[in-house]
């Protein structure tokens, strides 16, 4: 079974994405600060992270470039697929997100829950 770690500060969303994300056969963990993401990178190995970027504490930008210059803990992170889903939708931002390291960058406004489930089966083949 894969293993999604769902990094977001909106309990809502966590609830609605973690429970479509759940029927869809995957296992879900949520963190809702950056803090708490990279605590649990170092716990175990997840097979993709759904990254917000606006966190509390350590922004998703500095979760982002802590994964890629992989400094959480000695952990091998190469495996990992980074999906950024954010408010923030300008190119630049967009752009930032890419360069960063993440397969994906969705809006959050441009996809509904399926929609993001649809993008992540895609991503992770299965
Ligand atoms: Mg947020």
């Given amino acids: 079974m894969k293993k999604i770690l769902l990094a977001d500060d909106d309990p809502l969303l966590i609830q609605v994405y973690s429970n479509k994300l759940k029927s869809a056969g995957y296992e879900v963990e949520a963190a809702q600060s950056g803090e708490e993401i990279l605590r649990r990178l170092l716990e175990r190995k997840f097979d993709l992270v759904l990254l917000d970027i606006v966190l509390p504490e350590i922004s998703g930008w500095e979760v982002l470039e802590k994964i890629k210059e992989r400094r959480v803990g000695s952990k ?4 990992l697929k980074i999906v950024i ?3 923030l939708g300008q190119r630049s931002e967009v752009e930032k997100g890419l360069k960063l390291g993440a397969v994906k960058y969705l809006v959050k406004s441009h996809y509904t829950p399926s929609q993001i489930v649809e993008e992540v089966k895609q991503i992770l083949g299965v």
């Fill in 76 to 79: 091998n992170l190469e495996d």
């Fill in 85 to 87: 889903i954010s408010n």
